[in-house]
């Protein structure tokens, strides 16, 4: 394919307009406002409370993936550790520091990928402009999901992306930026590195424009990985040795059927067959023709991640649908400013696929709008008035919904009497015991929650009637110590399919003395 600059193109100058960059901060600005008013009001979400919680316990002088288990590569949890102390010294709760800095990150990325853009000039002069729109997909498309890792990761791979589609078409790429955007990118496939494969997907891309590999970005970014990994076998060897065993043995139970994951992706598939047939349609005219491929083979290649990973959350999809989303913006305006604003049907089915991105979105964050109006009326807000009732000082939930163990714990200071954020692990226990009879015998997932919960003693136990997995059954049947434990909770109140229970007067001591004194008991 001949390079952009081989083509024969009318030029596209555009200059800064006031009255356009003030609207673009404005709308920003708004955007910010209201994404800030409900990650501030409403509860915070169930998997980034968790991972504050066990950076609070990693630096406390617990051990990670043995003391609490956590099957994600620590890289988040040192990330979390750090909003988490500025917290501390602020004397506030971490959630008040958590998310503007993780908004913070995602914009300050944002903001270096429109000023990598504006030296290119032509559609990017305009760099508040270009900010303001990379600055709203950012937060409007995460929805619910503000902060997860995948958001994140996105955030960090954008300014790698530009400079890997400047380098396609022969442009000059500064040593430092390549250096700084390498690194960047490298920690946020850390995040996640299963996106490796992005790095090798857009080499052989590079490969197809005669780009050899060893280029200072790449390198920059698998040096970063190289490094990353040994300092994972150094500080944490029980990430190799136990966490990502335990993931690859259970984590599949919460996996969904190729076609459930499929009807799941249907908008983001069809979106990226919008930007891949508009990319081909303009193939010799498209002016940032090596932007626009590099955004839609990195979509691709990340929606390709998602269905290995064979979950149907929507945080698995978000980079693919961030970068989907901005391919199809990048294509619209070189449309409008190519054929000076003549309305054709690619253009109206290019913005339609944005604009059904955008109403998805806002659908999704619609209940956290109500959560944050009404926090009061949440379950996690029912569940820790129970636990300030009762005044409770030890709790755990049996569900596999993160949210009920966190934020809740984050926000009363209850103990988590469980090494595990949910009963994810001993669902997927149940899993594998139908295809593999001596699985407990590797991973005694029943034996450890047994054990957490008899030694914890929890004042509050929730139990999550809506799932078809009885973990009471289940654990009594694999533990009589836990079945005479549990015999001395009774249930105090029932609501949005949850059963609320307290802890007798009578404690879990003598229960754990006879069950201590049982070899293997402990087990960790």
């Known amino acids: 394919m001949p390079s952009i600059q081989s083509r024969t193109l009318r030029p596209v100058n ?34 980034i409370a968790w991972l504050l919680y066990v950076a609070r316990r990693w630096l406390a002088g617990r051990e990670l993936y043995i003391d609490v288990v956590e099957v994600n590569p620590p890289l988040i949890v040192w990330i979390s550790a750090v909003p988490l102390e500025i917290a501390r010294w602020l004397n506030v709760g971490p959630q008040f520091v958590a998310m503007p800095v993780f908004i913070t990150a995602v914009l300050g990325c944002a903001w270096w990928t429109a000023s990598l853009l504006r030296a290119q000039g032509g559609l990017f002069a305009d760099r508040l402009t270009v900010f303001a729109v990379i600055g709203c997909a950012l937060l409007i498309l995460p929805a619910a999901d503000l902060g997860q890792r995948e958001h994140l990761l996105v955030a960090a791979f954008l300014p790698y992306l530009v400079l890997f589609a400047r380098s396609l ?149 978000l980079p693919a649908t961030v970068i989907t989303v901005l391919a199809l913006l990048l294509w619209s305006v070189t449309e409008v400013v190519q054929r000076r604003w003549t309305i054709r049907w690619p253009l109206v089915l290019a913005a339609f696929a944005v604009a059904v991105f955008c109403f998805s979105s806002i659908q999704r964050l619609e209940p956290e709008v109500v959560e944050a109006v009404e926090p009061q009326k949440t379950t996690v807000d029912r569940l820790e008035q129970i636990i300030h009732d009762e005044h409770a000082r030890t709790y755990i939930a049996f569900s596999e919904w993160i949210a009920l163990g966190f934020p809740v714990v984050n926000n009363t200071g209850v103990t988590w009497a469980s090494r595990f954020d949910s009963m994810w692990a001993l669902k997927g226990e149940v899993w594998r015991a139908h295809f593999d009879p001596a699985a407990d015998k590797e991973w005694p997932i029943a034996r450890w929650v047994s054990h957490d919960f008899i030694a914890g003693c929890p004042d509050i136990a929730v139990v999550d009637t809506r799932e078809t997995t009885k973990y009471i059954s289940v654990l009594s049947a694999a533990d009589p110590a836990f079945a005479r434990a549990w015999s001395r909770y009774r249930p105090i109140a029932s609501f949005d399919g949850l059963v609320v229970y307290r802890r007798g007067r009578a404690g879990c001591l003598d229960v754990w003395v006879a069950a201590e004194s049982k070899p293997g008991f402990d087990a960790r």
Do not use: N
């Open 14 to 47: 555009l200059t800064p307009r006031p009255v356009v960059s003030a609207i673009s901060l404005f709308l920003l600005l708004s955007v910010l406002g209201i994404v800030l008013f409900i990650a501030m009001r409403s509860p915070l979400k169930d998997d």
């Open 169 to 317: 078409d022969g442009r000059s790429v500064s040593v430092v930026e390549s250096v700084i955007a390498g690194v960047l990118a490298g920690l946020g496939c850390a995040l996640k590195p299963r996106y490796g494969a992005v790095f090798a997907v857009l080499e052989c891309l590079a490969l197809t424009r005669g780009l050899r590999p060893w280029r200072v970005m790449p390198f920059a970014a698998g040096t970063t990985l190289v490094g990353y990994a040994g300092l994972v076998a150094i500080l944490c060897p029980a990430y190799v040795r136990r966490a990502v065993p335990l993931a690859l043995a259970l984590y599949g139970a919460t996996d969904v059927p190729f076609l459930s994951l499929l009807w799941d992706s249907a908008l983001l598939i069809s979106g990226q067959a919008v930007a891949i047939g508009l990319l081909w349609l303009r193939r010799r005219s498209l002016t940032e023709y090596s932007l626009m491929l590099t955004l839609v083979v990195f979509a691709a290649t990340s929606t390709a991640i998602c269905f290995v990973d064979g979950k149907d959350w929507y945080y698995h999809r």
